[in-house]
């Protein structure tokens, strides 16, 4: 990821549950400026010791922790393809998921991958592997990456107009043909801890953003002594707490005042 123009980011699952976390950290920084580093976490209990690491390494903290019934996520695991059966129709409606367009790249243990949706379903399905994992990999377009679409979009539902379901609720909407592939070794699934879809198309699916607010992220933040403050890419940079006031006034006020408008 050395000289990656954007963000490279550090997300899971949950990173703060892999043992190495600290050292991948290290890692990272001797790569990558801290500007250009970002972290997706929960902040989940039981792993306040890194809060330092945390305000060391990332200069952009992305905060979701599920305990809201208005954080609402598309049903990954239905398949586009058991929904539109036209195979015309299926790719125009893949060619302009929203995931793809907006999201990002990603690379796991089996390589590197147009979309972080396909990379999960690489290891969730046994699936191809990706590229391989070298100098420049994300300059690759369209074209590049057909292989991938072909055998990981008509397993996803992003790209199709679908209900969407609080994270609140514990449970996976997923359709019959995905059920097959993971029945017999997905815990979740010999939970009962999953939903089959009818496979219905809705004309407007519930938004997913409207959670999003500087209180509620403050508010997760806290948990950890972390202060959080807008930066000059519109994202949040984590600050350790209890440093903050020892900073330059100004910080410390702007910290305040975004705090206030968030009210």
């Not at 997905?186 to 699916?205: F, Q, R, T």
Request: net charge negative.
């Amino acid at each position: 990821m050395v000289g990656y123009p954007k963000m490279t980011g550090f997300m899971g699952g949950e990173p703060l549950l892999h043992p190495d976390f600290e050292e991948f950290c290290e890692y990272a920084l001797t790569k990558i400026p801290k500007e250009k580093l970002g972290l997706w976490t929960c902040l989940p209990k039981g792993y306040e010791k890194y809060t330092k690491t945390i305000c060391n390494t990332f200069g952009n903290l992305f905060i979701n922790d599920h305990t809201r019934d208005d954080i609402f996520h598309c049903p990954v695991l239905v398949a586009s393809e058991e929904v539109i059966h036209d195979r015309e129709e299926l790719f125009y409606i893949i060619d302009h998921c929203w995931l793809q367009n907006n999201w990002s790249a990603s690379i796991n243990m089996n390589g590197a991958f147009f979309c972080e949706i396909a990379a999960a379903m690489s290891v969730l399905f046994d699936g191809s592997h990706g590229w391989p994992i070298e100098q420049g990999w994300w300059w690759r377009t369209p074209k590049d990456f057909t292989n991938q679409i072909e055998e990981y979009c008509p397993k996803c539902g992003c790209c199709v107009p679908l209900p969407r379901r609080a994270s609140t609720e514990g449970i996976d909407d997923i359709s019959p043909g995905n059920l097959e592939r993971i029945k017999g070794w997905s815990k979740k699934v010999a939970k009962g801890l999953y939903a089959v879809s009818n496979l219905e198309m809705v004309d407007a699916p519930q938004e997913m953003a409207a959670y999003k607010n500087m209180r509620y992220r403050t508010q997760i933040a806290a948990r950890y002594g972390i202060a959080l403050l807008e930066n000059e890419k519109k994202f949040l940079t984590p600050y350790m707490a209890k440093n903050i006031q020892v900073r330059e006034k100004s910080i410390f006020d702007e910290y305040k005042e975004q705090l206030t408008r968030s009210i």
